[in-house]
């Protein structure tokens, strides 16, 4: 077997026999799929990344196949990529050096349903573990408008909040993610547990210090939730309004979205039942805050368009509201045109409406605002998500530092190194746990700007370094 990538010279053959008895991919077609995400979002990224494979796929069924696949990793000193659903933005799971990719799916068993938590293998799909818990009355605190294709291992390495974080916080948040396993790579790979705020090691590492084989989550009540779309004429009065529904404490929200009107010209789905040309707010609520929702939306000046309760969603087909949430919103706009791209803003804290209504000419007519709300250390806080119409590098830096100059930070999401985007600088500690789970630093190492430079220091210094 020759290499898919080019950049590896292993006898995948022998690999490949050596794996037995672990499910392997090999035809390349398929490696070559497997070894993409969603990083087609950024033209930047796509420009970059296109071409990067993996050489041969795993899919192990359980914790022992896993420890297996390192093992032979570690024989070859492959490069390893861990894979779930592939849904990351920045491409996260593609193999930059080749190798071998290791796709979860296929180790996805529920544990435990406990009274408020849930335990489950890595490769599980985020909508079978909120499936597993609706007879329990539960559900997770949070999932990424993905649910459908991401697995949980992926969401605690690669994702951060999603729908319920305005009422639960981030990922990160304190009680949130109660316990990681996770497996080294060596020639004998170890499980270690991670509980506690010692979950933070691994969470958000990008796969590259560790390999996820089981998860226990925060469970909260299931509630009848309500999708609920209104409208406003404009887009800081639908923003001034997602803040107050944001801090409600009387009604239960668990999703708050506000979106440019031009955005919404690109969902179809929700033709005549939105009032066109007007900005957007969306929510999910418990079904007796209805009331209370009409209520804040009128005196906020903006109408209620549609509310539409689960049963109600299925007998009219139309699409779960955090359909048009998180970077569901951008997937609709580039389904209809391409060269639609986006970014990550922070905003100032606390959110302000008149901040935003004074920065939405200054961006000018390629930038259209998208705003999520969550709570992140207790506090409301709103992040942009703004459809970027691309045309040059220099425009979109142009658009950056018209931000950053007006006081948003950018989480830069055309950046395929994990200290450029959502964590802005290196993370030590993860690269400290990395140096004492993968030695030899083949987990996804290429995605760190930092580790080449600390690779030959022990953990201790590479941690060190961290308070410096
Ligand atoms: C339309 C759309 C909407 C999105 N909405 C959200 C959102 O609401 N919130 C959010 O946070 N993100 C969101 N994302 C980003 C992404 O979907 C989420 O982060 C998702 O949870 C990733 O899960 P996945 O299984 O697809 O992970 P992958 O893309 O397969 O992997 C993500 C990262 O995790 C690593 N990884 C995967 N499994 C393991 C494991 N077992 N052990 C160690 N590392 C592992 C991979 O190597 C990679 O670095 C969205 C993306 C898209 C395209």
Request: aromatic share 8%; net charge negative; proline share 5%.
């Amino acid at each position: 077997m020759t290499s898919i990538s080019g950049k590896t010279d292993i006898d995948w053959t022998a690999f490949a026999a050596d794996l037995a008895p672990v499910e392997v991919i090999s035809e390349t077609v398929l490696v070559k799929k497997r070894s993409r995400d969603f990083f087609w979002y950024s033209p930047v990224l796509n420009a970059e990344l296109k071409k990067c494979f993996g050489d041969l796929v795993a899919r192990p069924k359980t914790p022992e196949e896993m420890r297996h696949c390192l093992a032979v990793a570690w024989k070859y000193k492959s490069p390893v990529v861990l894979r779930g659903g592939g849904t990351g933005n920045y491409g996260q799971s593609v193999p930059m050096d080749g190798g071998l990719i290791i796709e979860t799916t296929a180790m996805n068993r529920i544990l435990e349903t406990g009274d408020n938590f849930v335990r489950v293998e890595a490769g599980a799909l985020m909508a079978d573990i909120n499936a597993a818990l609706t007879p329990r009355g539960r559900e997770m605190a949070m999932f990424p408008s993905t649910q459908d294709i991401a697995t949980v291992g992926g969401f605690v390495a690669g994702g951060s909040a999603g729908i319920g974080s305005v009422a639960n916080g981030a990922l990160r948040d304190p009680g949130n993610l109660i316990a990681l396993r996770a497996q080294s790579v060596e020639k004998v790979p170890q499980e270690h547990v991670f509980e506690g705020e010692d979950v933070l090691q691994i969470h958000h590492a990008w796969g590259l210090n560790g390999v996820i084989t089981e998860v226990t989550l925060r469970t909260v009540p299931a509630r009848d939730w309500v999708g609920c779309l209104a409208t406003f004429e404009t887009y800081e009065a639908a923003y001034a309004a997602g803040y107050q529904l944001a801090q409600a404490t009387d009604i239960g929200r668990k999703l708050v979205t506000t979106v440019d009107a031009r955005i919404c010209s690109y969902f179809p789905r929700l033709e005549g039942h939105i009032r066109p040309e007007h900005h957007l707010l969306v929510s999910l609520l418990p079904s007796e805050d209805v009331g209370r929702f009409r209520t804040l939306i009128e005196e906020a000046g903006g109408h209620v368009d549609l509310t539409l309760t689960e049963e109600e969603r299925q007998t009219a087909k139309l699409p779960h509201v955090f359909d048009f949430s998180y970077n569901h919103t951008t997937l609709q706009v580039l389904k209809a045109d391409r060269s639609a791209t986006y970014q990550q803003v922070g905003c100032p804290v606390p959110p302000d409406p008149a901040a935003i209504a004074d920065l939405r000419p200054k961006l000018g007519e390629d930038v259209w605002m998208h705003h999520e709300f969550a709570r992140v250390g207790g506090e409301i806080v709103t992040f942009d998500l703004p459809i970027i119409w691309y045309t040059t590098p220099e425009r979109l830096a142009e658009i950056n530092a018209t931000y950053e100059e007006n006081g948003f930070p950018v989480y830069d999401a055309h950046t395929w190194r994990v200290e450029g985007g959502g964590l802005k600088n290196a993370d030590y500690r993860h690269l400290a746990v990395k140096k004492r789970m993968d030695p030899d630093g083949l987990l996804n190492a290429a995605k760190s700007a930092v580790w080449e430079s600390v690779k030959d220091l022990s953990p201790e210094e590479i941690a060190a370094k961290g308070a410096e």
